[in-house]
């Protein structure tokens, strides 16, 4: 049974741990109600083809609308961008995002940075105003990828379900270790990441300021 305890306690800590967290600030001299439209300019980082980037932003795009926002459609902004011959891997820099902004013709635009996607997945965001440059809301988030907790929890109740068969400690141990180091080696199904880039994306929209005028929930 001491084997027992020490695999609840292992799967209990690794499941907080894998929880999502968020942190954003925003500023509060800025009047966000005269923002209506707000382009996703870009979805950076290690995140597959295109096809991957446009369901990010389309997450962000929902989460944009939630906040009262009136978000472009990302193929609309491809296209106007690429009229101009503005390349999407020139968006390094908060006036690189401006310039952007300026030829969509939007008051306010919106980048979003990924710099790891695997088992963790962490995310930034930011929102600049196109006129000046400056960053009027920032926040980033993290979490553990789908794919790990349910490999967590899919060892620990193989590993419980032998116990009660076997009874063999030893046996229980081995089971969980390699189910979970096994299951952190691989790589993520697409939708588990899907899930958990929606859930952290939602957290990280948490703190973005919203304008006045909401969009009503569809029942």
Known sequence: MKAMAIILSAALLLAVTGCTSSEGYYRQDYDYNTVEKIAVIDV?????????????????????????????????????????EFQASAITE???????????????????NIPEFGE???????????????????????????????????????????????????????????????GAAGNLLAPDEAEKVLEITRKICDTMPPRMVRYQQLK
């Open 44 to 84: 950076i980082g290690p995140v597959g083809g295109e096809a991957a980037r446009n369901q990010i932003g389309d997450f962000f795009a929902m989460e944009l609308l939630k906040k009262g926002y009136s978000p472009i459609e990302r193929a609309q902004v491809h296209v106007l961008l690429k009229e101009q």
């Open 94 to 112: 908060t006036e690189d995002a401006a310039r952007a902004g300026r030829i969509l013709n939007v008051p306010v635009v919106l980048i979003v």
């Open 120 to 182: 963790d997945i962490h995310m930034t965001a930011k929102m600049v105003d196109v006129e000046d440059g400056s960053i009027l809301w920032m926040s980033s988030g993290k979490g553990k990828g789908g794919k790990f907790l349910g490999t967590l929890f899919g060892a620990t109740a193989g590993a419980i379900a032998g116990y009660a068969v076997t009874g063999d400690d030893d046996r229980v141990l081995g089971t969980v270790a390699g189910g979970v180091l096994g």
